[in-house]
């Protein structure tokens, strides 16, 4: 793991930290939703359904790793989009 690790710091010594907190907030998004198993249907979220989706989830398997991480990358993003 750590080689792999020094690959990825190697690949990203050149982005700013707010850049390395998007790439990783938006793979905490896209790894949640693998996880969860979003149906086909569901993929295709936007800001208007990307919370229905989620509490749906939610709501039907309880707090899992996969909606939590998909929560945690949406707040990381909002985060971001207001200090920029």
């Known amino acids: 793991m750590n080689e792999k690790l020094q690959i ?3 690949q990203l010594e050149n982005l ?9 907030a938006n793979l905490l998004v896209l790894e949640g939703f693998d996880e969860i198993g979003v149906s086909p249907a569901d993929r295709q979220v936007d800001p208007h359904n990307i919370f229905r ?15 939590s991480m998909v929560l945690q990358g949406l707040t990381m993003l909002d ?4 200090t920029k």
């Open 53 to 67: 989706v989620i509490m749906r989830d939610r709501s039907n398997n309880g707090e899992t790793i996969g909606n």
């Open 16 to 24: 700013t930290v707010h850049d390395k907190l998007t790439l990783i």
């Open 8 to 10: 990825m710091q190697e």
């Open 79 to 82: 985060w971001l989009a207001k």
